[in-house]
């Protein structure tokens, strides 16, 4: 396991949310992301080849009229997954580092299982350093 980064600020995370979703295929951009300072760039319809977020479907006005619109799946989802797996690795980097911490207090391995409701044993094959079971 790697050192934990600090935490992001929400609106970042979102934004490379969105970025990843757009590059890795998961979600289409908004026909109008480039130009409409408001568009909220992932596409939630398509009418035929031209893909639209919520804002730019609503003020549509002739584009696309003749054409019946297909929804898309809302991509909000995927961020929601993509912040929950976040807040998941920073929650068991927060998890080792409290382990490390209750060791270093002088706490044994029966302790630091006992709270965690695991065996001793699964606690140290879990947390205790490569090399060791101090
Ligand atoms: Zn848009």
Redesign the pocket.
Known sequence: MTAPVPAAPAADRTLSGVKFLLTSGLARA????AE?PD???L?AVCYGPVA??????QRRSTVGKATQPVALPDPGALLHIAAARDACQQAAAALRHAVEAARQAGHPWSAVAAILEVSRQAAQQRFAPVGGHR
């Open positions: 908004c026909h109008y992301a409409r568009c909220q760039v596409a639209l977020c919520s804002r730019c479907d």
